[in-house]
């Protein structure tokens, strides 16, 4: 889950709480473990961040296309 935070809020800044950091405002913050997303969620019902879904374009790439090759045959020269 990802949020987008509307304004500047303090927050924990690790799992025990016992660091905080200021969470910018239009900061996007990845909740990948669950304190985070708890964390998330206060700031969601508190109208401070929304979640957001951020759609990453996937990187393609083109196979090369191998090309048949055949021989040719030898012939013999008239001579």
């Known amino acids: 889950m990802k ?3 509307l304004r500047d809020v303090k927050g924990s800044s690790n799992e025990s709480g016992n660091a905080t950091r200021v969470n910018q405002n239009n900061e996007i913050i990845d909740c990948d473990k669950q304190w985070k997303v708890d964390l998330a969620n206060n700031f969601m019902s508190n ?3 929304i979640e957001v879904k951020i759609d990453e374009p996937k990187e393609t ?5 191998k090309k048949k090759v055949t021989k040719k045959k030898a012939t ?4």
């Open 3 to 5: 949020i987008k935070m």
């Open 76 to 79: 013999k020269s008239k001579g």
């Open 61 to 65: 790439k083109k196979k090369a296309v």
């Open 47 to 49: 109208n401070s961040a």
